[in-house]
C-alpha cells in the first residue's frame, strides 16, 4: 500500500511543479541578421549579430514574493535584454578577431522586482550562432518564477534518479547473476541489459540538468537518447518472447527490426517523433506477445498483459517525458515478475531433483538389496561353498566387494568411469557364480578422467544378463567404448549373445527409466540415450552432449 502512495505522491508532485504560476501572451519571435531588414523567420547568420524581439504581455503572477524568470531555448552565444535591460549573458558573441564561446541551448535569468509589473514588455536577444548555421532553430521564451524554474527540474531530478539508482542496481544484481550460474539463460542477461539501458537513457536524458551542454551538442544528446530508444523497443519485445515460449521468434524479431528502422528513416533528425513512435510499437509488439501468452494460459501473461495496459492509460495521461519513463518502469515491474515466477520454478524444480536424487539413493541401495537377488545369490552362494570352498570364498570375496562399491557411490551423482567398471567387473564376476555362465568383460578407449552418473553401465549388464541366452560354447560379451567429439562424447556397450524374445522393442523398463533419470539429474536435457538390437546382440549408446 505504501508503495501506491508514494506512486500517487510523485504524481502530484510532478504535477505541482508543472503548475504555472505567472500568466501571459507571447506574439511570435521578429528576427534581423545584421542590418537587414525585419523578418518572420530565422535564417543564417554566421558570423554576423543577429537580433530577436519577443512581445509578451504580462496578465498575472499567482506569487509576487517569488521573484519573476524568464527562461529562454535558442542556439548560439547571445545576450538577454527585457525591456531594454541586460538580464544577463549565455556565452560570448563572435567578434573580428575573435571566436565565439558556445552558449547552451537552455539559460535562466531572474527579471528585477521593480520591471515584473503586469502590462506588456519586450524581450530582446542579441547574438551570433557561428556554427550548426543550417539548422535554423527558433528561439522560445518562457515566464515562471525564477525559484520554479530552478526548482522544477531538482523536484523531476531527484525521483528519476531513485529510478535510475534502482535501474542500476538491478542491471547489477542480474550481471552477476548470470555470470555466476552454471546454466546461463539468455533471459538474464537480456534483462540486466535492458536495466542497463533504462538507466543510460535516464542519465542522458536529464545530465543536461547537470553537466552545461553546448548548442554544438545539442542533438548529439538526442541521438543517444534515439538509439538507445531504438535497442530497448527491441530488447523487452524479445524478452518477453523468451520469457512466454513465442513461436516464430526470429521472423517477428526481423519484421519488429524492419519496423524500427522504417520509423527511424521515415523520422529522421525529428527525434521526439522518433523516440515516440518507436515506444509505442515496442508496446504494441509486447501487447500482441502478452495476447498470445494469455490465449496459450502461460504464467504471467495476464500480469504482463495488465501491466502495458495500465502503462498505456499512465502514458496518456502524462507528459510525454514524464509518462515515457513511468511506462517503462511498469514494464520493468513486469519483466521483474516474470522474473519471480521463473525463479520460483526454478526453486521448485531444484527441490523436486533433491527429492528424486533421494530416490535415486534408495533405489540404487535397493538394486542390490531385493529379496529376489539376495535369496538367489545366496542359495547359490551355499551351493558353491558346499561343492568347491575354494571357489566360495571367490565368490564371497566378489559379493562383498560389489557391496562395498555399492555403498560408496550411493550418494554420488557422478563418480569417476574406472569405478563404474569396477562394479560392473564385480557383478559380472558374482553372476558368473549365480547362473554359471562365462561372462566377459571387455573395454575401448575409456578416458580415464570421465565421469558417469553411477551404476547406470551396471544397469545396462542387468538387462543384458536378463535378456541373453546363455551360449551352448563360449562367453556372453559385454564391450564398453567411448568415443569423444567436437561438441559431444559417446558410450556404447554392445552385449554379444543371442537375445531372447522381448515383449516390446524400446527402452522403457524400470531399469532405462533408473537411467534416464540419472542422466538428466546430472546433464539437464544435454544428452540422448538408445537401446536397439544389432546383428551381433544388443547395442545401447549414451550421448553426453556440451552445455548450451
Known sequence: MYRLTFFIVFLLLLFTSCKQDVDYVESDPI????????????????????????????????????????QVNAFGAFDV?????????????????????????????QIPEKWSNTGKHIVTIKGTQSHLGDEQRGIDVKLESYLQLLRAPLIIMSFMNLMAGAFLTAAIYYFFLYINNSHKQITVLLFGIICLFFFSLLIIEYVKFYIPIPYTSFYLRLE???WLTFAIALLVPWYFMLQFGFEKKRLFLVLLLLTLIAIYILNYRHYDITAMRVSYIMWLASMLIAINAVFRKVKGGLIV??????????NYFLVYDFGLFITFTIIVLSMLYLHAIRTKS?????????????RLQLELIKKNIQPHFLRNTLTSLIDWVEESPQQGVVFIRALADEFDIMNSIAEDTLIPIRQEIELC????????????VCYEWQEKNIDENEEIPPAIFHTIIENGITHSLPPEEGCITFCLSFTKEKNHKEYSLLTIAQNRNRKKEGSNGTGFKY?????????????????????????????IFDKK
Request: proline letters at 2%.
Open 81 to 109: 535584454y527585457w525591456d531594454g535591460i541586460l538580464l544577463g549573458s549565455n556565452g560570448v558573441m563572435a567578434k573580428s578577431g575573435r571566436a565565439e564561446v558556445l552558449g547552451t541551448e537552455t539559460t535562466y535569468y
Open 305 to 314: 498483459m495488465v501491466g502495458l495496459l495500465i502503462s498505456a492509460i499512465v
Open 425 to 436: 567387473q564385480k557383478h559380472l564376476q558374482v553372476m558368473a557364480f549365480r547362473k554359471e
Open 224 to 226: 543517444i537518447i534515439g
Open 515 to 543: 537411467i534416464k533419470a540419472r542422466l538428466n539429474e546430472s546433464f539437464g536435457d544435454n544428452w540422448l540415450f538408445d537401446s536397439h538390437q544389432v546383428e551381433k546382440g544388443w547395442l545401447t549408446t549414451i550421448k
Open 31 to 70: 528576427y534581423w541578421i545584421g542590418n537587414g531588414p525585419p523578418q518572420n523567420f530565422r535564417g543564417e547568420s554566421g558570423d554576423s549579430i543577429f537580433k530577436v524581439q519577443i512581445k509578451v504581455a504580462l496578465l498575472k503572477r499567482e506569487n509576487k514574493s517569488e521573484p519573476l524568470g524568464l
Open 346 to 358: 526454478i526453486e521448485e524444480a531444484h527441490n523436486a531433483s533433491l527429492l528424486l536424487s533421494s
